[in-house]
């Protein structure tokens, strides 16, 4: 099931018809989303009840002065016996600990590892483990957390608990926790489990000591400290300084099929028994109520927390109660802390009726009678994410539909458009506004003043559904599995954030397709690459610099970036006024073929990146930005090149494009010139006859140039 890029006619393709604007936007009617509210996750069991949110227009991709990636290398470090314990993008399996300078990848086992005891056939594929490394990744140990024959181990968060003021990994211990099966189906319970990290416990065995592995059933009697059951345990897994662990679930009552609640769990680690207890906390989100009963929130919680652990925030995505006009739809919904959790305070929300918020509505469609409102959504469905930054501000990662109406029963309905049926139009600049694709913003939060906001960057793909009758079911590369009605595991953005460990620094990741490479040129996200973006906090500047994690990896990792995951935090490697280095942890899972019910390969990076500083000049990202700045994003792979390469180009207007070759002396050796569409634009060179050696390559587009290297071996 595998996509394969036939250069030939994909590059000649792309060369001269590549064009959003050759995009017909139709309307052509309403998905009402309870009917695909339990999205498949695996052929085991899905996931909790969560409702899709309505669709609305956004713009061209947004892309800074520079595209500039250092030598990222990707490595095979391990397998899973399926892909389902990776899915969900706000799990947390993947952490870096700042004080030991250790990484850590909690996933279910691959086929090839034996756990001892070794677990019945059927409760196989339930068995945790974790890699450690304590140089970014270049070296791995594994050890077994997790096993048992009756609770199986899925969705796993976790990571690495250090005592305070210990330096040593041998004294550290790792921790994980995730939701359960049983051999009769449905959603049973909650694993949680931990293990020291002494050298003679890189084991194939889980820990025998009392408590180390603790099964939390969704049915009474509940654990102590645990107010009431909870489920699903696989949201937004936070390690702090202050040693404490914790996780988020969400609470299913005994009547609804649906979460009626949050659990926030904490993990507190005893000295006596060498292992955690585990209190509960619930949240119960005040939010409108559909005719049927149904609360209008969705159930996939997330949290941050800061470096110590003293403030904190949970955030659910809701319809808040008592909200009005523009302020109806589906956005955070925020619970504070400043006293590691001690007490909670329910925050404000934002308030689109404001002014202020214009710039963002602009970029959403009316689609309701009432032309007038415009009602955003905080669209779940590509992932959302927040990162608390070193002044303790909460900063929430989005991209934002529109809901159809203001009418409560409403808000579970997404519009449709093209005969695609994407949720974004995709169009160009339409009746003299933004152009209409998801765009990415950060909306930002203290407690003490309103929320501000900032865009971030924007996609040019979606991610196609899962289901038989979903949009882009045919496009999504994933094989059906006939036992689930054929049902495939669904794409999406896997929006994420990561920061450096004093919060001076966020990161912003996605993932999205090329178009001049997908099917047809269409919008879906079928083609994978990570992409990331860097905010200084401290001088509130986000950089010029956009970066692809993965354009150019090797294995099967270009173009098939499924399912990554980015550390929580990020190693800040060096600083000067003009560029910020780090070193960002980094996975991604896949398979070739793409198959879900068999092995998938886990691919880990340490990903160093290079971002610019703004400096004298300031550059305003959003439609502002003119080919001059697009132009820098320009890349031509592979490099170094052989007989042929490809130049990638990024226009932000229809132009011409020349792409010249010059020799070491200055002289023109090969030349082209094609006519450039919005968007993304790829020619081909034929480099046959060029002796090997260093050239240049100048790139233009109306008044704009750039100029890059290449090497012919």
Known sequence: ???????????????????????????????????????????????????????????????????????????????????????????????????????????????????????????????????????????????????????????????????????????????????????????????????????????????????????????????????????????????????????????????????????????????????????????????????????????????????????????????????????????????????????????????????????VKSRLWSVSSNTNLIVPNFTWIEGIDCAVDMNNKLHVFSSILAHPSEDLDSLNYTSQWTTEGYRWPHAPIVQNGPAVHPYLWDFTYDGTSSWSHMLIDSMSTEGPGGTTASNGYQDNPWDADPSASNQKVRIDARIQMSRSADGRHLLYSWAESDTAYTDFQRKWNNLPNIKARLYDAQNSQLSPTEINLTENAQGEVANHAMFHFISPKFKLVSETATKINIELPTTTSNSSPYSQLTSNTHWYACAGMEFDRLTTVTLTVGLDKDNIDALSNSSIFPNPAKNTATVKVSLLSTSKVQVSVLNTIGQVVKSIETQGQIGSNAVNLDLSGLASGIYLVNIKAENASTTKKLVIE
């Not at 969560?50 to 250092?70: D, F, Q, R, W, Y």
């Not at 004080?99 to 019945?120: G, W």
């Not at 929130?297 to 652990?309: C, D, K, Y």
């Open 1 to 359: 099931m595998k996509k394969h890029v036939l250069l030939g006619s994909v590059l000649l393709a792309a060369i001269s018809t590549f064009s959003q604007s050759g995009i017909k936007v139709t309307r052509t009617g309403l998905i009402n989303t309870k009917m695909m509210a339990n999205v498949k996750y695996s052929s085991e069991n899905v996931a909790p009840t969560a409702i899709e949110n309505a669709v609305k227009p956004i713009s061209l991709p947004v892309k800074g002065s520079s595209a500039k990636t250092s030598a990222i290398t990707w490595q095979n470090i391990s397998s899973s016996m399926n892909i389902y314990g990776v899915v969900i993008p706000y799990s947390k399996p993947l952490q870096w600990n700042d004080e030991l300078d250790a990484v850590s990848f909690i996933h279910r086992k691959p086929s090839t590892y034996v756990m001892n005891p070794i677990p019945a056939s059927t409760a196989a594929t339930g068995g945790i483990i974790a890699f450690v490394s304590t140089d970014c990744g270049s070296t791995w140990d594994s050890t077994a957390l997790y096993g048992n024959d009756n609770f199986w181990g899925r969705y796993p968060n976790g990571g690495i608990y250090n005592p305070t003021s210990n330096t040593d990994i041998s004294n550290a211990y790792v921790v994980g926790a995730g939701p359960t099966t049983g051999s009769g189906g449905g959603w049973i319970g909650n694993w949680y489990a931990s293990k020291q990290l002494g050298t003679v416990n890189y084991d194939n065995a889980p820990s025998t000591v009392t408590n180390a592995q603790q099964v939390m059933p969704t049915a009474p009697p509940f654990a102590p400290g645990v107010p009431s059951r909870h489920d699903f345990t696989a949201y937004g897994f936070t390690a702090t300084d202050d040693g404490k662990m914790r996780v988020l679930a969400g609470i299913t009552d005994d009547v609804a099929s649906n979460d009626t609640a949050v659990m926030l769990m904490t993990g507190t680690f005893n000295g006596t028994s060498m292992t955690f207890d585990w209190a509960g906390k619930v949240f119960d989100p005040p939010t409108t109520v559909e005719s049927d009963g149904t609360e209008n929130w969705i159930s996939r919680p997330m949290m941050a927390w800061n470096e110590q652990g003293t403030v904190g925030y949970v955030v659910i995505i809701g319809s808040r109660l008592g909200a009005t006009g523009s302020n109806v739809g589906y956005q955070p919904i925020v619970y504070k802390t400043t006293n590691s959790g001690s007490t909670w305070s329910l925050e404000s929300s934002i308030n689109f009726n404001l002014s202020a918020f214009d710039d």
